[in-house]
């Protein structure tokens, strides 16, 4: 995998395509609502049910890569109003 620089956008875009393209297949539906915290330097990833715990295990194991989080089987890993529901 190429490293990014850690532009947001960039970050964004490769840990969606890393995730699109290497990782969906194996997760869902078996880890459906689970937090995915994708290390977009070399596709490796934590998870688990509690984002924070995700997160933390995330950043300990790679604590100066850029890091892209989703939650498997959603379109959001968080909601700000209204319901969560999963894409269609």
Not at 36 to 51: A, C, F, K, Q
Request: glycine share 8%.
């Amino acid at each position: 995998m190429t490293r990014t620089n850690g532009n947001a956008d960039e970050v964004v875009r490769r840990g969606q395509a890393i995730y699109d393209e290497h990782i969906r297949a194996q997760v869902e539906p078996e880890h459906r609502g689970k937090y995915l915290i994708i290390n977009v330097n070399t596709g490796e990833y934590e998870m688990d049910r509690d984002d924070v715990l995700a997160s933390r295990r995330a950043k300990a194991r790679f604590p100066e890569a850029p890091l892209f989080a989703v939650r498997v089987g959603y379109r959001a890993v968080h909601r700000l109003g209204g319901r969560m529901s999963a894409p269609r």
